[in-house]
């Protein structure tokens, strides 16, 4: 099993700077991808970014590109969302996510096979 924990979220004013963390703990060398997905009141969860463990692969939605940027740290086993020229738009509910294989389509909630618990971040204008 692979269990995800976030940390960071909060409360920035417009045009602020979060950064999120998440710790994999378990079997975290079963997983392939890691994602941030998120969801706000009344909206369906959505894709913000995904790297893969070696860092080749880098995916982010385009609302979030040049703004936000998705790292990782394989030897804490930690993935970060350093979000940049926060807007009231990116508030939300976001969720680590962790999925086994590179193949497929990351963009996808469906194809992730492990959530975090979400961490709020709330953007005042």
């Known amino acids: 099993q692979v269990q995800l924990v976030e940390s960071g979220g909060g409360l920035v004013q417009a045009g602020g700077s979060l950064r999120l963390s998440c710790a994999v703990s378990?079997?975290?060398?079963?997983?392939?991808?890691m994602g941030w997905f998120r969801q706000a009141p009344g909206k369906e969860r959505e894709f913000v970014a995904a790297?893969?463990?070696?860092?080749?692969?880098?995916y982010y939605e385009d609302s979030v590109k040049g703004r936000f940027t998705i790292s990782t740290d394989n030897a804490k086993n930690t993935v970060y969302l350093q979000m940049n020229s926060l807007k009231p738009e990116d508030t939300a509910v976001y969720y680590c996510?962790?999925?086994?294989?590179?193949?497929?389509?990351?963009?996808?909630?469906?194809?992730?096979?492990?959530w975090g618990q979400g961490t709020q971040v709330t953007v005042s204008s």
């Open positions: 790297i893969s463990w070696s860092g080749v692969r880098l």
């Open positions: 378990g079997r975290a060398s079963s997983t392939s991808y």
């Open positions: 996510a962790a999925r086994r294989y590179l193949s497929g389509n990351y963009y996808r909630p469906d194809e992730y096979h492990y």
